[in-house]
T-cell receptor, first 111, second 116 residues
Framework: RKEVEQDPGPFNVPEGATVAFNCTYS??????FFWYRQDCRKEPKLLMS???SGNEDGRFTAQLNRASQYISLLIRDSKLSDSATYLC????????????FGTGTLLAVQP | DTAVSQTPKYLVTQMGNDKSIKCEQN?????MYWYKQDSKKFLKIMFS???????INETVPNRFSPKSPDKAHLNLHINSLELGDSAVYFC???????????????FGQGTRLTVV
């Protein structure tokens, strides 16, 4: 079982739809949480950090539930340009500082 | 001006060969990484260096040898290439190796390695 689990999708949605991605992580020592976006044949780029109180950036809302070890990303009013793979990422500190990536969820926004 | 640059972008080579991938960051970051993205698109950390010192070696075969001549460079040398080494290799950097909300890893464009 992977340390960070996501539904691989694909999620095929029409423009303007609202879509939600979920992610669970297994290591309770995880300290920080992120969503990265990866376009086809490109490098991953930070979309947003996820804070305990939840946070919003334009059409994107991220939530964290530490008790359930669950992270979510909501995209409202989907655009064609939102089509990409969304990676749930967990940061672990201590002696083994590293970012651990989920397998990613593929989103395809259709016209 | 590219923040994290790696070369080459594509590398096709025969089994058994030795090859190197170079990475440079101009962000002034202390920590650099190599990640491998396999055919299933799963990104897995291979190595982490902080100020030229190895911090993480994620049970990578010793055919893979990273080298950091200074904190702005982290190169990856691979000996005796195997078919299973075919993947996209990403170099990345971050300000420090500590992961707090708001910190960010910057990735290079990736090197697509194909072993034939």
């Amino acid at each position: 079982r992977k340390e960070v689990e996501q539904d691989p999708g694909p999620f095929n949605v029409p423009e303007g739809a609202t879509v939600a991605f979920n992610c669970t992580y297994s290591n309770s020592a995880s300290q920080s949480f992120f969503w990265y976006r990866q376009d086809c044949r490109k490098e991953p780029k930070l979309l947003m950090s996820v804070y305990s109180s939840g946070n919003e950036d334009g059409r994107f809302t991220a939530q964290l539930n530490r008790a359930s070890q669950y992270i979510s990303l909501l995209i409202r009013d989907s655009k064609l340009s939102d089509s990409a793979t969304y990676l749930c990422v967990v940061g672990r500190g201590g002696a083994t500082n590293k970012l651990i990536f989920g397998t990613g969820t593929l989103l395809a926004v259709q016209p | 001006d590219t923040a994290v640059s790696q070369t080459p972008k594509y590398l096709v080579t025969q089994m058994g060969n030795d090859k190197s991938i170079k990475c440079e960051q101009n962000l002034g970051h202390d920590t650099m990484y190599w990640y491998k993205q396999d055919s299933k698109k799963f990104l897995k950390i291979m190595f982490s260096y902080n100020n030229k010192e190895l911090i993480i070696n994620e049970t990578v075969p010793n055919r893979f040898s990273p080298k950091s001549p200074d904190k702005a460079h982290l190169n990856l040398h691979i000996n005796s290439l195997e078919l299973g080494d075919s993947a996209v290799y990403f170099c990345a950097s971050s300000q420090t190796g500590q992961w707090y909300s708001g910190t960010e890893a910057f990735f290079g464009q990736g090197t697509r390695l194909t072993v034939v």
